[in-house]
């Protein structure tokens, strides 16, 4: 019994602790998503603004 409580102290924490870990890495991941995709819709409109503004010349 003495080492199954020992076993459970010491694997729930690494298990809780990697849990957190994994949800913060993936809430980065998402926000980094989501301003990479921004920044690719801010380049399109960019070079679209200068095609527009070379068809203008």
Excluded: C, H
């Excluded at 913060?24 to 995709?37: A, G, Q, W």
């Amino acid at each position: 019994m003495g080492e199954t409580s020992n076993f459970f102290l010491i694997f729930l924490p690494a298990v809780a602790i990697y849990l957190g870990a994994l949800s913060v890495v993936r809430s980065d991941v998402s926000k980094l998503e989501k301003k990479i995709n921004s920044l690719e819709k801010e380049i399109i409109e960019l070079k679209n603004a200068i095609q527009n503004k070379d068809q203008i010349k």
